[in-house]
Each structure stands twice: as C-alpha cells, then as structure tokens.
C-alpha cells in the first residue's frame, strides 16, 4: 500500500476574505500602487453571478456553474446564496464526474452491498481518527442523502442504476428515504453504517437498485461535507494525485480551461507529445475522435482525451481567425517540471527569473538547477514567478524556503490531534542571499502561499501582484483496502512563521497590483507570458528589483554558502 502524503494543494474549491500588510525585505516601507479603481457593486455583482450561475445549471453546465460561483465567492465570501448555491452545483458536478469514471464505475459494479458497507465504515474510521475538526456524524449522514436525492435526479445515475417501471416511483422514494434516515439516532460511527445499511436496504425494495451503488453515494457525501478539500478518489484519481506528486504522467501535455462549454489549451508543457504535433495555447479543442464538442460535455471531452500509455487520440483544433487543423497525438508519459521559463529578464543588471508552477517531490532537484544555472549566467537577483501555482507537496515547499532563509520557522501545522502538529524550520546551510521579489497572484494557494508568507515574514524579500487565494489546510492521501481508491482528507491547519493564518486571509502582497489592471490584461483566464511588457505583476515586479538592486551594488550578488 502507498504511504500517505501531505498535500497543500488548492485539489477543489474555496473562498478567501482579506489578509494584512508587512514591510518588505530591506527595511523598505510597504509600498501599494495608487491607480484608481472604479469601486464595484457588490449586490449587483452578486446578483449577476447568480443569474449566470443559475443559467448554467438549467443547461446542466455543472462545472461552469461551480466555476462561476466559486469565482463570486472569491469576492463575496460570506454571501450564504452563493455558498448554497457552490454546494448544490459541487453535488451535480462530483456525481457527474464519477460516472463518468470507468474505474469508479467498474468499483460499483465489483462490490457486494458487505464489502461496499465495509468500506463506507472504513472512511468514517479513517475521518474520527484523522480529520482535523470532530466529525458530526448525523450530519454526514444526511449529506449522503442529499447526494442519493440528487443522483436520483441525474438521467445518467437513474438509467444506470434504477429500473424504468421503478423510476414513476422516485419522488415516493425521497421521501420515504428523509423519514427512515429522521427517525435513527446517529451518535456515532457503527449508528452511521447502521443508518446507511437501512438506505441501501430501502433503495433495493423500493427501486430494484444494486445497495452498492446507494452506499456509494452516502460514502461520497461523507467526505464532501466535510470541506471543500475533503473528497473520495476513486482509482483513477488517486493515481493521478500520485502522479502529480511524483512530477510525471501519461498524457498529452496540456493544461486545459473550460469556456462556454468547451475546452481551450492554455499550456503546453515543453517536450510533450502535444507540443510535438504543434497544439499551442490559445488552440480551442473543437472535436476529439470524430465527436464535435457540441456533443459532449466537458467531462465527457476531458475523458477521451486520457488513455493508456501508447495510444493515440484524433483531435480538432481551432484558433482564432485561422481553419480547423486535425492532429493525431500519442500519448505517453510526461515529465512536468515544477522550475519552468528560466531566463535572464535583465542580463546587463543581472535580473534573474523563474516560474514555480508547482511544488512536487522534483522541485529541491529543479529548483537547485535553475539557482546554479542562472548564477553561472550573471544572477545578482532574482524574481519567483508563483502566479497560478496551486500547491502542491508541503514538504517540497519547505524546502524551497530552506534555500533562501537562513534560520527559523517557515511554517507550523495544528490539527485536532497531536501527531498533527509540526514545525518546519530552516537549516543553516546553503542559501542563497540575492535580493529577492516574489510574485502572486489570485491562483497562488496552499504551498505557494507557505513560501510567499515565509519570505514575507522572513522579510527575506518583497512580494508583489495581488492578494492570494487563501487556503491554509492540510491534506493527507489515505488509500482504501481492497479498492485501489482512497480518501483525501484536511488534517491540519498551517500557519505562517509569525503566527498568521492563511485560510480564508491569503497572502496580501508589500506591492499591489490593482485587480482592475490585472483583469484588462488577462488572456483566457491567464496573465501575458512571464516576458511579456502586458504582464502588470510582472512590470510592477522589474519595478520593485530595479530599485533594490541598482547594477553597481557588486555586495548583493547572488551566491550559494558552502
């Protein structure tokens, strides 16, 4: 069995409110940039995103919708009509991706109604003895029903798993289901599975349906009432999160965006198979093995991009103002560097930079290359690019810190149990002492933010662009016996070296790039490439290292301590 990792990766969805403001590094003032911004209507802005919200659920659009109520709560943390509303959309959502799974499918399918009530206790076990808050247990229960009552509203779950005479018999069924699961005392984990045996044992007579599929869903919204975070992975998921870890899988090379429907390119990860057939950013996926996408929803599109190691997928691509091209692409195993775009911006100042795009088991090994590669080609300081990085390994952050902090605390983590608590510490040994900025942006998350708020409160560098996402939770990866899934679950809160918490608070940046600015300059959700002059946090970030490190200052160059 794998052992369990500890993740800090933004893995689904969640809201921040606002942060705080420290001095930078160098004993510089807090500086924030003042262009005007015409102030929004938050009511209206609320009110618009409900609408399109709403929109996109009548044309049953799950993933857009969660997308732009997450999106509006991001601004609007404590609206309670946009936090119903991300819920009831993740409920559709998460359904909708699990059939859509073949090995989740194939898992439902293999399990008695024992050996399903087996596994749905073996998650209760693992959430009373690892989740970071005392589990209500009635609570969970009744999130599980919530989750059957909307899987029996799916037209995929119902034509999978109930009998057509049965179906005039739903609505009859719902209800049954709320008085039999009210009427049990639920104080504990064995009155849980007890509670859950009945449903299933109901769903059966009623509706013909197989118990293991019923248990299923009491088992997912289990962990999904948990938090955002907390979620069951099924087979293939949980070996995509440890391909994530381990820094490689088997694919086509392409970071993908949902819009309108549809599936745009917004990476190409260098050397893959994608790149090699010429799919760039910006190419809009218009047809995947004959199938238009007008036909497919963007789960189903995403599903038949993936495949076994050495087969080939046909793709239609568009771009903008150009014809469909048709491209054949091979899938294989990718190597996803963590270190990307390692470049000199400034090679007569000796202005370093790179983008940390994720923090994986390679990323001491990447990060290390990219540090004596640009210091062999003139680094006296350096810009860290961490726009867009989501997360990721909270080992792998602390060891980015270690290279540019000298001593003390880079981040500690509290749970409900003691074994939870730790503090990172950084080591006195080969650091780098370069004059240091640090950028972010609204994607920057969980291990991201680890690192800008180490630096921050180091005062080790400056950081700059806008306030983080702020999410400052703990995720261990716990596989299930007999199964090949597992569960993720929060099992710690993380704090900044001061003592700060990140959760719903982020990072808030010494520079500010107002959101205003930022937003005119976006390109399908992303900001202008790192060398580009529309990049603003870019601009702002030359900015603030031309004036800490003027060209004649031989003292702050970059070097590595023995």
């Known amino acids: ?26 004993g510089q003032q807090a500086t924030v940039i003042t262009i005007s911004e015409a102030q929004p209507d938050p009511l209206g802005d609320v009110a ?4 399109r919200g709403r929109q996109l659920e009548g044309q049953r659009r799950w993933g857009d919708a969660l997308a732009e109520y997450e999106e509006s709560l991001h601004q609007h943390p404590t609206d309670v009509t946009l936090q119903e509303r991300f819920d009831f959309a993740r409920l559709h959502y998460d359904l909708q991706r699990r059939y859509n799974d073949r ?18 206790s073996q998650v209760l076990l693992k959430i009373d003895s690892h989740y970071v808050e005392v589990p209500q247990w009635k609570g969970l229960v009744d999130r599980g029903s919530d989750n059957l009552e909307v899987a029996l509203s799916e037209p995929t779950f119902v034509a999978r798993n109930v009998a057509e005479a049965a179906r005039p018999a739903l609505g009859a069924f719902c209800r049954e289901l709320r008085e039999l699961t009210a009427a049990q005392s639920v104080r504990s984990r064995d009155d849980a599975a007890r509670t859950v045996s009945l449903a299933a044992g109901l769903a059966q007579q009623r509706l013909g349906m197989a118990q293991a599929a019923v248990i299923f869903e009491y088992l997912c919204g289990a962990t999904n009432a948990l938090d ?5 992975l099924t087979p293939d998921q949980l070996n995509e999160v440890y391909a994530q870890i381990e820094g490689n899988f088997v694919g086509l090379g392409v970071e993908l965006k949902a819009i309108d429907g549809g599936l745009s390119v917004v990476h190409v990860i260098p050397g893959s198979p994608a790149e090699e057939v010429g799919m760039r950013a910006g190419d809009r996926i218009v047809a995947v093995d004959g199938r238009s996408m007008q036909s497919l929803t963007t789960d189903q599109a995403a599903n038949l991009l993936q495949g076994p190691e050495d087969t ?31 470049t000199m911006l400034d090679p007569e100042r000796g202005i370093a930079y ?40 909270l080992v792998a952050a602390v060891e980015a810190v270690d290279r540019f902090v000298d001593r003390g605390v880079i981040v500690t983590t509290h749970g409900r149990s003691p074994q939870e608590d730790f503090t990172y510490s950084a080591h006195e040994q080969g650091k780098w002492r370069m004059p240091l900025v640090v950028m972010i942006d609204q994607d920057s998350a969980s291990a991201a933010e680890i690192f800008a708020g180490a630096i921050r409160d180091h005062r080790r560098g400056t950081i700059v ?14 596989p299930l016996e007999d199964t090949n899934s597992g569960i993720r679950l929060t099992t710690a809160k993380f704090f900044s070296p001061n003592g700060h918490p990140y959760n719903r608070v982020g990072v808030e940046p010494d520079v500010r790039v107002p959101r205003v600015r930022l937003a005119a300059k976006l390109l399908n959700g992303r900001l202008p490439p790192a060398g580009s002059a529309d990049n603003p946090i870019l601009v702002a970030a030359l900015q603030t290292i031309r ?11 970059a070097r590595a301590l023995p």
């Open 547 to 557: 004036r800490m490190s003027p060209p004649h200052t031989a003292a702050l160059q």
């Open 354 to 393: 790179f983008k940390l795009t994720c923090f994986q088991k390679t990323t001491a090994r990447d990060l290390d290359a990219a540090l004596w590669k640009l210091h062999h080609e003139g680094m006296k300081s350096l810009v860290i690019d961490l726009c867009g990085n989501p997360g990721g390994l």
């Open 228 to 232: 955002p975070y907390s979620a069951y």
């Open 103 to 120: 090995s989740f499918c194939e898992t439902v399918v293999r399990l008695s109604p024992e050996r399903a009530l087996g596994l749905y």
């Open 1 to 26: 069995m794998r052992p369990r990792a500890l993740l800090v990766g933004t893995a689904a969805f969640l809201a921040i409110s606002t942060g705080w403001l420290l001095a930078p590094a160098n």
């Open 48 to 51: 618009e995103a409900l609408r």
């Open 312 to 342: 080939s997928v046909r793709i239609t691509v568009g771009f903008p103002g150009q014809p469909p091209r048709q491209l054949t692409v091979r899938r294989r195993r990718v190597e996803v560097p963590s270190v990307d775009q390692v």
């Open 465 to 478: 662009g806008v306030r983080s996402f702020g999410k400052g939770s703990v995720q261990g990866i716990f």
